[in-house]
């Protein structure tokens, strides 16, 4: 059974940081492209950052490039994000993802709130 489970949301107050996992289980993690999204109130879901299977090749969205790094850990099947300098329009639900050809998983998600 594939999971992925999410963990270190919380609130942080502008300009502050945070990190958040990604655990998977239940598939070739390696080959998986691994990715994290988030849903802003009001908004749809966006894609935050991504990183490559094999390759280790990363993307980002405009609105967090420079500022949030998205790493993995093949043997350790975990997916990290590290947010920097924070913004209250950061504040959302973010999403774990695991996508390989047609195959598209996602975790629940976790809470980031920005505020003073």
């Known amino acids: 059974q594939v999971q992925l489970v999410e963990s270190g949301g919380g609130s942080a107050r502008p300009g502050g940081s945070l990190l958040l996992s990604c655990s998977g289980s239940?598939?070739?993690?390696?080959?998986?492209?691994m990715g994290w999204y988030r849903r802003a109130p009001g908004k749809e879901r966006e894609l935050v950052a991504s990183?490559?299977?094999?390759?280790?090749?990363?993307d980002y969205s405009d609105s967090v490039r420079g500022r949030f790094t998205i790493s993995r850990d093949d043997a350790s099947r975990m997916v990290y994000l590290t947010l920097t300098s924070l913004k209250p329009e950061d504040t959302g639900v973010y999403y774990c993802?695991?996508?390989?050809?047609?195959?598209?998983?996602w975790g629940r998600g976790t809470q980031v709130t920005v505020s003073p």
């Open positions: 990183i490559g299977g094999l390759s280790g090749s990363t």
């Open positions: 993802n695991a996508r390989w050809t047609s195959l598209n998983y």
């Open positions: 239940g598939f070739t993690f390696s080959r998986y492209e």
